[in-house]
């Protein structure tokens, strides 16, 4: 496993475990039992923003999943980021899901948008469309475009992204965070083959959502 340089438990964080437990912590002092519901809401706070290491599958042309989740969306569609026809791979996270985003493909960062929108349940198709989103386009060593959207969703009203166009990313990377429950779409070359199915359980860079295949490969199915 490639060294991981961020705190088993994500910074974004920090400020809401400490606040939750510094409530329970009065709470206990205070009302003894009567505290239970707020050592409840500090776990759940605490496992929220896990964010462990994750080992990066070997293979090049493998495309990881950018976040925890379950799979909502394998279909052809057209890449509003990228203009053209694409492979979209979506995963939604629940409450209960790691949510730091990291890089499905080593490339370059070639542009960032951000777009504001509305808060919209984001297992439905229409908060690809309409929610607050954040779209990076990647370019990989052989020119294939890679489009990866944070979307925030029903109670998700925070993305967060670290990186810029003309940054380098590698697979696993840890490039952003998205706060309480949403989703990530993915755009593919139309030649990618997908590796995932629709209800199918994912984890951000250990499960492989496709496979990029070589130049002028012909379109998947």
């Known amino acids: ?6 705190p088993v438990i994500a910074r974004e964080g920090w400020l809401y475990l400490g606040l939750a437990t510094a409530a329970a912590l009065v709470v206990t002092a205070f009302g003894g039992w009567w505290s239970l519901p707020f050592w409840l809401v500090a776990v759940f706070v605490l496992q929220f923003f896990r964010d462990p290491a994750r080992p990066v599958p070997a293979g090049e ?8 989740g379950r799979v909502i969306v394998v279909a052809t569609t057209s890449d509003p980021y990228g203009e053209r026809e694409a492979l979209k791979i979506s995963v939604f996270m629940n409450v209960f899901n790691v949510h730091s ?3 499905p493909v080593d490339g370059t960062v070639e542009r960032v948008t951000y777009f504001p929108g509305k808060f919209v349940n984001a297992d439905l198709d229409k908060a690809s469309e309409h929610n607050e989103r954040n779209a990076l386009l990647i370019r990989v060593a052989d020119g294939s475009l890679v489009s990866c959207v944070q979307v925030a969703g029903l109670v998700a009203r925070r993305i967060l992204c670290y990186v810029q166009a003309g940054d380098r990313l590698a697979r696993g990377q840890r490039f952003g965070f998205i706060r309480f429950g949403s989703r990530v779409d993915v755009y593919l070359p139309l030649s990618a083959r997908p590796r995932v199915a629709i209800g ?4 951000a860079t250990t499960s492989v959502l496709a496979e990029l295949q070589p130049e002028g490969a012909k379109a998947h199915g």
């Open 1 to 6: 496993m490639s060294s991981y340089p961020h």
């Open 61 to 68: 042309r493998l495309v990881l999943s950018p976040a925890d």
């Open 101 to 103: 985003n990291r890089a």
């Open 200 to 203: 199918e359980k994912v984890h």
